[in-house]
């Protein structure tokens, strides 16, 4: 019928998720209420985020802008 249905649920790595992007072979995700952007490693088999991500400390951030 064409619906989207989602195919799995993931730990965001951190709290209030406000965006997300992905970048090359990583989802990177902006979480505003922890103040953290963490970014996974997608499987190249599945384009599904792997356990354990990067995370770094920012300010409250809003939003993700690649660049380059």
């Known amino acids: 019928d064409g ?3 989602p ?3 993931f730990d965001c790595g951190g709290a209030t998720p406000r965006h997300h992007v992905i970048v090359d072979d990583r989802l990177h995700v902006a979480n505003q209420g922890s103040g ?3 970014s996974f490693r997608l499987d190249p088999a599945t384009g599904l ?3 354990g991500p990067a995370v770094i400390a920012v300010p409250s951030p809003t939003y993700l802008l690649p660049v380059g």
């Open 3 to 5: 619906a989207l249905a």
């Open 49 to 51: 985020p792997t356990a």
């Open 36 to 38: 953290t952007v963490a």
């Open 7 to 9: 195919v799995a649920a």
